[in-house]
Antibody, heavy 117, light 112 residues
C-alpha cells in the first residue's frame, strides 16, 4: 500500500523558514516524481512545485508565487522529499500535501503551516 | 498561464441523479492533459480521471470524463451518497522540459 506522510509544519513568523518532509513507502520512491500542493484554509488547491526522479534528471519546477523562496530536494536513500521554505509570508499559510506522479495519484494527509506574527 | 474555470460553483442534486461538472480552460490544454480530483472535508484529494477520460485505479465506472481543447466535463452517472464532495479539475503541461500545473477553483457537489 502506498503511504505518504508529511511532517515539519508549524507556526512561524513572517520572514522565517521551515522545512517540510514527506516520507514515502509502498512504492519505488526513487522512480517517483514528487509534488507539493497546498491549500489555504477554506480555499482551493494550488500546485507548489515538483522534483523529478534521479533517472529523469532530478529537475525541479515551481509555481510563480514560491519561485526563489522554496526549494525542493530528495533523499532516495531515506525515501523522503523535502521542501525548504524561506522568507515565509502570511499568504503561505496552508495545508501542504505531497503527491506522487505526473498526475497526482497518491497523496499524503498534509501538514499545516501557519505564518503569523 | 492557463486559467481553469469550473462551473457551476455549487451543484445541488439528490442521490441517484446525474451530475455534470464543467471545466473550461483559458487556452487549449496541452494535448489532453486534464485531470479531475475529488476532495472530501478533512481529507486529501483523490485522483479520479487523468488524460481527460481515463479512470484512475479503483474509481467506479459511474465516473467518466470527456472533452478536449478548452472544454472538459466530469460526469457522475448516478450519484451515491459518498459522491458529495468538492471536485477540482487540473491541467498539466510539459513544455521545454518543465512541467506546470494549475487547478480550477472547484465545484462543490452538495445533497439537495
Amino acid at each position: 500500500e502506498v503511504q505518504l506522510v508529511e511532517s515539519g509544519g508549524g507556526l512561524v513568523k513572517p520572514g522565517e523558514s521551515l522545512r517540510l518532509s514527506c516520507a514515502g513507502s509502498g512504492f519505488t520512491f526513487s522512480n517517483a516524481w514528487m509534488n507539493w500542493v497546498r491549500q489555504a484554509p477554506g480555499k482551493g488547491l494550488e500546485w507548489v512545485g515538483r522534483i523529478k526522479s534521479k533517472p529523469d534528471g532530478e529537475t525541479t519546477d515551481y509555481a510563480a508565487p514560491v519561485k526563489g523562496r522554496f526549494t525542493i530536494s530528495r533523499d532516495d536513500s531515506k525515501n523522503t522529499v523535502y521542501m525548504q521554505m524561506n522568507s515565509l509570508k502570511a499568504e503561505d499559510t496552508a495545508e501542504y500535501f505531497c503527491a506522487t506522479g505526473l498526475v497526482f495519484d497518491h497523496w499524503g494527509q498534509g501538514t499545516l503551516v501557519t505564518v503569523s506574527s | 498561464e492557463i486559467v481553469l474555470t469550473q462551473s457551476p460553483g455549487t451543484l445541488s442534486l439528490s442521490p441517484g441523479e446525474r451530475a455534470t461538472l464543467s471545466c473550461r480552460a483559458s487556452q487549449s490544454v496541452c494535448s489532453t492533459y486534464l485531470a479531475w480530483y475529488q476532495q472530501k472535508p478533512g481529507q486529501a484529494p483523490r485522483l479520479l480521471i487523468y488524460g481527460a477520460s481515463s479512470r484512475a485505479t479503483g474509481i467506479p465506472d459511474r465516473f467518466s470524463g470527456s472533452g478536449s481543447g478548452t472544454d472538459f466535463t466530469l460526469t457522475i452517472s448516478r450519484l451515491e451518497p459518498e459522491d458529495f464532495a468538492v471536485y477540482y479539475c487540473q491541467q498539466y503541461c510539459q513544455q521545454y522540459g518543465s512541467t506546470l500545473y494549475t487547478f480550477g477553483q472547484g465545484t462543490k457537489l452538495e445533497i439537495k
